[in-house]
């Protein structure tokens, strides 16, 4: 039997890249100090912050909404969950309900907002005529109807779920498209005009222990799959970037630092590339934004169908 570094008790997680074992009691209070880090580091929390949480119903997303929760008396915090609706059949209902029981046993405030309703089409839609993959409409889709909800709400901080698996396939995917551009605006986006500052309370952690976490605090989260997971590019990079942490575990996070390394180098490219969109308004690195883009695609061909 494994036994924690710290008090000798079974161990329930043994950290590959440190070495370090955990019994329960002690994997909670280093998962909770390390995100307070990350808060703190980032300065991500100030007191009397009204934050609002991108909810999904999964793990990460719960996750972050539970440990803000706990901080909302000390720091004064005024806290709303938002879930997005996208339309996709058979999936976000299971999530949404799980979103909307984990708010109301603790008393928080959840809106949802529908894709369906702002733009006339759910996902399901738009993946059968458009010409993109789902993982974009919902993505940019989402990100919006996130960013206008939260400004709404009077928030100046949006709480995302992103994990450091997740940080470190965006960023390899910015790298694999070559896309410099959104390299450099990735993390600095959020201090833009418009756009409600986006904080990942969890940007530090790896998946694997948000998942232990979740399951150690019984957080009730949705498990059901996407039926567009398979689709997307950021499902080879994941599998990709997990073979590598098995054989050089810590690999994950030399890319995260090696990126927030690069950063600073990279505000030229960033400034530069700052547009605001014709049509509503938004930040975006062409005359019309890429959520504006993607409805006006959508909507022609819904019409083109309809007409034809
Ligand atoms: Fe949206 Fe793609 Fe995630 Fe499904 S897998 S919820 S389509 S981003
Ligand atoms: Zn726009």
Redesign the pocket.
Known sequence: MLSCDKCGERAVYLRRYSGQRFCEEHFLSYFEAKVRRTLSGGKMIERGDVVAVGL?GGKDSLTTLYLLSKMRERLALGLHAIAVD?G?KA?RKETLAAAEAFCSARKIPLSTVSVEKRYGFA?DEA?KVGKN???T???VL?RKLLNEKALELGANKLAMGHNLDDEVQAIMMNYISGDVARVARYASEAMVRGLVRRIKPLGDMPEKEVALYAHLRDLEASFE?????G??R?FEVRSWLNAMEEESPGIKYSILRGYQKLLPHLGTVESRDIRWCKKCGDISSNAKCKACSLVAEVKKYLLDQEIG
Do not use: H, M, N
């Not at 799959?225 to 997971?229: A, G, H, I, L």
């Open positions: 999904s996208e996709i999936y996902l993946v993959k789902a993982c409409y919902c993505g989402r799959e996407c039926p567009y997971t689709d997307s950021r």
